[in-house]
């Protein structure tokens, strides 16, 4: 049973820093990719950075330049470090893990930890 544990969420003003952890159970390199999405009311959940196996990163284009994701091998955490926050920031960040397994996508997931930002 793979476990993805978030942390770090929290409340913050306008232009403030927040930093996620996302703790998985088992070897960040048993996923292809790792990412953080988040979901806020009434609106589907969306894609805000992930990382490859490899390395490579992607943005969500209204958060290029503001966060950055990264990864602790040893720990077996992902983090996604959060500056210049804006209130439209303001969602539920789930941390993913995706595997590939003969064409097929398995997506696990964390539990969610809340981010508001206020103005």
């Known amino acids: 049973q793979v476990q993805l544990v978030e942390s770090g969420g929290g409340l913050v003003q306008a232009g403030g820093s927040l930093r996620l952890s996302c703790a998985a159970s088992?070897?960040?390199?048993?996923?292809?990719?790792m990412g953080w999405y988040r979901q806020s009311p009434g609106k589907q959940r969306e894609l805000v950075a992930a990382?490859?196996?490899?390395?490579?990163?992607d943005y969500a284009d209204s958060v290029k330049g503001r966060f950055t994701i990264s990864r602790d091998n040893a720990e077996n955490t992902v983090y996604l470090q959060m500056n210049s926050l804006k209130p439209e920031d303001t969602a539920v960040y789930y941390c993913?893990?995706?595997?590939?397994?003969?064409?097929?996508?398995?997506?696990?997931w964390g539990q969610g930890t809340q981010v508001t930002v206020s103005s």
């Open positions: 993913n893990g995706r595997t590939i397994v003969l064409g097929r996508k398995n997506d696990y």
């Open positions: 088992r070897n960040i390199f048993s996923f292809n990719s």
């Open positions: 990382i490859t196996i490899g390395g490579s990163r």
